[in-house]
């Protein structure tokens, strides 16, 4: 903890969950508890074994204890993250080593839980994708609490902390047990140390709206309880004991952003429409269950992107076919929603779950990825085609298969679920013979045999992120090259028009679901290119249907002509953004030339 006070320290960290609050800080303070080796006579080990058992049954019985006091419905819906971690103490190869390094290197059952987890966590840290790195995170926080129950006889957990008033939590990582069980009416804010936009505290974070800023380095070390912080969850930012000109500036915009988002949320129910009659949909890209009720509050028709990868992460073993079924009967009991897209498992690339074993690979992203993993592993893929299969009896779901890359993949995957289908009507199980059937076009030779491939399927889902990563050959997770990321290249505007064109010309519809939909800048620029759907995060979709309502669809096609004459995306991008802030002059600022 640091002595120094500071005044109007600004760090910067990740933005992973909207808005700005302000209060004081509560330092979580779970520092590595010492632990020393000791030396064990052989008579001890069946003592230490003991003691080990021990701590295990305890660990289980205060998860237990958590998930039990858990305060409301909405933090019972992430238990899960507990039960995971119940899993992994119960796990035998984790007690075994641990016992196995008790009795063979005759030392204490501390230090022997250290030598194993140590080497757990080398494995785990030296794999470059961020989802099965966070794994490493959950064994860390089972280490902690069983190390503090060994050397103490308890873990402290959150609710031991006496809190008063509204307070931000500081902490170098909140475990997934920490935040679930929080007394949200006491937490306004989160910030920690370390931790990535897919680490299951951002996730949760953001689906209980909570701001919250992870990855800030070392804000541990820098404030005390008792400190004034104000935190910026859009613009991933934290100011230590503001000065009182700072925070009027914050409370400004906290005012400003509240104003806002009270005058988008009258507009979210809107319907999404130009002012000469141009309609598109305006849906919502989900990874958890509990976002339903969000999009449905931010005035998402349907659900364009469910990203299926969680249902996998948030496991230790495999989700079987019925597990699947449940989640997506859940989702389709949803009678809100106009329609459902469940992407089936995309995981390769940058996203990995650590239940399904992969390949080493060189290059990931152009890998044994999405599609191309499902068609190899068929039991795994025909699991999740089953399941929302069996679900499609009880609402508008879609299927929307990612990473399509010709022809051959489409009518393999089609042969797959036609399979399935006949599987389920041999048991008399009843789903929806004609539920739409889509891919995602997001490698560029989709774009080329677009007329094709609409011949084949019900819908296209356009996916920007891979679709730019591929066409401009830029690492989507790689920041050297972020500044190549370019929406308004010409190559990829030529490439979405061409896509629609074709699908249009089949009588199919288009949705684009890649992060260039939430940008609002870009709403125009898609209208003009006639998509019938774009899909975005939740809190996007507001400021979309905004920008819709506000224009006339002859403009954005106008405004498009225009664009295309331009050489380059930053030259495009320029005129796009001048244009946007001379309409809408409150929601976007003037650029000169950069
Ligand atoms: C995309 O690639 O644009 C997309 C929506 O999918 P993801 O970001 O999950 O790869
Ligand atoms: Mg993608």
Redesign the pocket.
């Known amino acids: 903890m640091s002595e120094e006070v500071f005044i109007n320290k600004v760090l910067k960290g990740i933005g992973v969950s909207s808005g700005i609050t302000y209060g004081r800080v509560r330092l979580l303070e779970r520092g590595k508890i010492p632990i020393n080796k000791r030396p064990i006579k052989e008579e001890q080990g069946d003592k230490e074994i003991l003691k080990f058992r021990n701590a295990i049954k305890h660990a289980v019985e205060e998860l237990n204890g958590i998930k039990q006091t858990m305060p409301d419905d909405e933090m019972r819906k992430h238990s899960f993250i507990i039960d995971a971690h119940m899993l992994i103490l119960q796990d035998e190869f984790f007690t075994n080593a641990v016992i196995n390094t008790i009795k063979e290197d005759k030392i204490n059952a501390e230090w022997a839980l250290d030598i194993v987890v140590s080497e757990f966590l080398s494995s785990f840290e030296k794999v470059e994708d961020s989802y099965l790195r966070e794994r490493g995170q959950d064994i860390k926080y089972i280490y902690d609490r069983l190390v503090r129950i060994l050397v103490k006889g308890k873990s402290s957990g959150i609710n031991d902390f006496n809190i008063k008033g509204k307070m931000i939590i500081a902490a170098h990582d909140l475990s997934p047990a920490d935040t679930i069980q929080l007394n949200l009416n006491k937490i306004s804010g989160f910030i920690t140390d370390v931790g990535g936009r897919t680490s299951h505290t951002s996730i949760v974070a953001r689906a209980l709206e909570i701001p919250a800023v992870v990855g800030v380095g070392n804000i541990t070390g820098l404030v005390k309880n008792n400190d004034t912080i104000i935190i910026d969850g859009d613009e991933g930012v934290a100011i230590i004991n503001p000065t009182k000109e700072v925070k009027k500036d914050y409370i400004v915009k906290q005012i400003h952003l509240k104003v806002q988002r009270r005058e988008f949320l009258r507009v979210a129910k809107l319907k999404p429409e130009t002012r000469d009659g141009f309609k598109m949909k305006v849906g919502a ?1 989900i990874e958890l269950l509990a976002e339903m009720d969000i999009i449905e509050r931010y005035g998402a028709q349907g659900v364009g ?1 469910y ?1 299926t990868e969680y249902i996998y992460l948030s496991r230790k073993e495999l989700p079987t076919e019925t597990d699947h079924y449940h989640i997506y009967k859940k989702l389709s009991e949803n009678k809100a929603m106009e329609y459902i897209t469940i992407r089936t498992l ?1 995981i390769g ?1 940058d996203k990995f779950v650590s239940n399904i074993e992969m390949p080493k690979e060189i290059n990931p992203a152009m890998g044994l990825r999405a599609i191309r993993l499902c068609i190899k592993e068929v039991g795994l893929f025909k699991a999740q085609l089953k399941g929302i299969l069996r679900a499609s009896a009880y609402g508008p779901l879609k299927i929307l298969i ?1 990473m399509i890359s010709g022809i051959d993949e489409v009518r393999r995957a089609k042969a797959i679920l036609a399979e399935c289908m006949d599987e389920l009507a041999r048991k008399k199980i009843e789903f929806n013979k004609d539920m739409k059937f889509g891919i ?1 076009i ?1 490698v560029p030779s989709t774009c080329m045999i677009s007329d094709k491939l609409a011949s084949e399927v019900d819908f296209f889902s356009i ?5 730019i990563q591929y066409t401009l050959a830029i690492d989507r997770v790689n920041e050297y090259v972020s500044y190549l990321y370019e929406p308004m290249h010409p190559a990829v505007l030529k490439m979405i028009k061409q896509t629609v064109e074709n699908a249009h010309a089949h009588k199919i519809e288009v949705a684009l ?3 260039m939909a939430g940008e609002a800048l870009y709403v125009p620029v898609l209208m003009a290119l006639e998509l019938d759907e774009i899909s975005m995060n939740a809190y996007s979709i507001p400021k979309a249907k905004k920008i819709i309502r506000g224009l006339d669809h002859s403009y954005c096609k106008e405004l498009l002509d225009e664009i295309l004459k331009r050489d380059s995306g930053r030259e495009g991008n320029l005129l796009l953004r001048n244009e946007m802030a001379r309409l809408f002059p409150n929601d976007f600022i003037q650029c000169y030339e950069e």
């Not at 996916?463 to 679709?467: A, F, P, Q, R, V």
């Open positions: 890209n992107l990203r995309d690339g990612p995602m997001e996916g920007t992120n891979d679709l679901c890649g992060e």
